[in-house]
T-cell receptor
Framework: NAGVMQNPRHLVRRRGQEARLRCSPMKGHSHVYWYRQLPEEGLKFMVY????????ESGMPKERFSAEFPKEGPSILRIQQVVRGDSAAYFC?????????????FGEGSWLTVV | KQEVTQIPAALSVPEGENLVLNCSFTDSAIYNLQWFRQDPGKGLTSLLLIQSSQREQTSGRLNASLDKSSGRSTLYIAASQPGDSATFLC??????????????FGKGTKLSVIP
């Protein structure tokens, strides 16, 4: 059973370009979370999705950021018109459900550098 | 708003020592608490999960305790090894409304075990 798979692992974008980060959850997991880790800061919640639904996007910046988890295929975190402040590690996590005993498993992260 | 604090921010110990990492949280209405390990440039590896109704969990040389009423958790590492060198993160899961559950992370304790 493969873990949470993220790609690309490293991404370099020029200011103003778009960044697309992909996440395939663990097999059997229908709950996906995106977190951002800025240098010298803790991980911050961005968005929580279930298949075809955004459940909670309270941590997502209102502009330029969007996320989806289609019926088929990976979850996508999309950042439009990137700026230097978007440089961070973006982590995807998945779980089989929301019960208290359900562990949340994280991927290896996608490191975005905006130049 | 839930806040999670980890003390100390960094810790250096000689190989073989037992050590304790601390985590405190401000809102005791948590669903569960998870301890993770993060190696530089890598993702998060789940170590232990304690449900809100539990007091402790053990895995190998690791023991985590939870005192929900006082908002504290500790991670005890026995007989530390150089391979334990990493950043240890504490995260509490809470229900944030509308069917959403969020993890709130501390900034971590960076552990160095000296051979």
């Amino acid at each position: 059973n493969a873990g949470v798979m993220q790609n690309p692992r490293h991404l370099v974008r020029r200011r103003g370009q778009e960044a697309r980060l992909r996440c395939s959850p663990m097999k059997g997991h229908s709950h996906v979370y995106w977190y951002r880790q800025l240098p010298e800061e803790g991980l911050k919640f961005m968005v929580y999705l279930q298949k075809e639904n955004i459940i909670d996007e309270s941590g997502m910046p209102k502009e330029r950021f969007s996320a989806e988890f289609p019926k088929e295929g990976p979850s996508i975190l999309r950042i439009q018109q990137v700026v230097r402040g978007d440089s961070a590690a973006y982590f995807c996590a998945s779980s089989p459900g929301t019960a208290p005993g359900n562990t949340i498993y994280f991927g290896e992260g996608s490191w975005l550098t905006v130049v | 708003k839930q806040e999670v604090t980890q003390i100390p921010a960094a810790l250096s110990v000689p190989e073989g020592e037992n050590l304790v990492l601390n985590c405190s949280f401000t809102d005791s209405a948590i669903y569960n608490l998870q301890w993770f390990r993060q190696d530089p440039g890598k993702g998060l590896t789940s170590l232990l999960l304690i449900q809100s109704s539990q007091r402790e969990q053990t895995s190998g040389r690791l023991n985590a305790s939870l005192d929900k009423s006082s908002g504290r958790s500790t991670l005890y590492i026995a007989a530390s090894q150089p391979g334990d060198s990493a950043t240890f993160l504490c995260a509490v899961k809470r229900y944030s409304g509308a069917g959403s559950y969020q993890l709130t992370f501390g900034k971590g304790t960076k552990l160095s075990v000296i051979p």
